[in-house]
């Protein structure tokens, strides 16, 4: 079954508008979690990397006042595109990394992604 | 066969037969490798993964072979199905924990009845 929940897993709003959208470890502690985007017919690339407690570390040219990162728990990230606009639209997926110990044999697991229109 | 279009290269199979999906990784310093499946819609799903100390490793029906002299990664499938559609992506990553992933551009596998 799926240990990452990712919530909403579809979205259409209007431009301006900001939008969250909410990454769960169900099984498992997450200290750390990653946000990627991908458009249509490319690959995922990581936009940020989210520490539970801490500042999210952004990747080279995601604005960081654009797309917010919070980290409260150790089972929740969400992320908030701030006043989103038609390019904005894509798919958004989180994954959490797995722990040290534990029957997980993988590094991360993954949501199923958030598909985001923007009017 | 395989053809390189605007987007998703893409490989066409017969059902039953092997399929081969290829990946070069661009850092000679990634010391992990992931092998992922993506679906319409859908997160990637792990298949397989090897570290830079092996050249081969093998799962149900999937094996993995790296090549660290020409930094090749190649995914091999056995007796395609249709359940094997989709979209595969190679990963490579610096660390052993395999943080900072690097996603490949992805192989569309396409399988024919």
């Known amino acids: 079954g799926a240990v990452v929940s990712q919530h909403p897993s579809w979205v259409i709003c209007k431009s301006g508008t900001s939008v969250k959208i909410e990454c769960r470890s169900l099984d498992f502690q997450a200290t750390t979690m990653f946000w990627y985007r991908q458009f249509p017919k490319q690959s995922l690339m990581l936009m940020a990397t989210?520490?539970?407690?801490?500042?999210?570390?952004?990747e080279q040219g995601v604005e960081k006042d654009k797309f917010l990162i919070n980290h409260a728990s150790l089972t929740l990230s969400t992320l908030t595109v701030t006043s989103a606009h038609p390019e904005d639209s894509s798919f958004y997926i989180c994954s959490a990394r797995a722990p040290l110990t534990g029957a997980l044999n993988q590094p991360q697991h993954f949501g199923d992604g958030t598909r985001l229109s923007i009017l | 066969g395989e053809s390189v279009g605007l987007h998703l290269p893409t490989l066409s199979v017969q059902e039953g037969d092997n399929s081969i999906i290829n990946c070069a990784y661009s850092?000679?310093?990634?010391?992990?490798f992931i092998w992922y499946k993506q679906e319409s819609g859908k997160g990637p799903q792990f298949i397989i993964d090897i570290r830079s100390n092996m050249d081969k490793r093998q799962g149900q029906r999937v094996t993995v072979l790296l090549n660290k002299t020409v930094k090749h990664l190649s995914l091999q499938i056995a007796a395609t199905q249709p359940g094997d559609s989709a979209v595969y992506f190679c990963?490579?990553?610096?660390?052993?924990?395999?943080?900072?992933?690097?996603f490949g551009p992805g192989t569309r596998l396409s399988v024919l009845p």
């Open positions: 989210s520490n539970e407690g801490s500042k999210a570390t952004y």
């Open positions: 990963a490579e990553s610096k660390d052993n924990y395999g943080q900072n992933f690097v």
């Open positions: 850092n000679s310093a990634s010391d992990y």
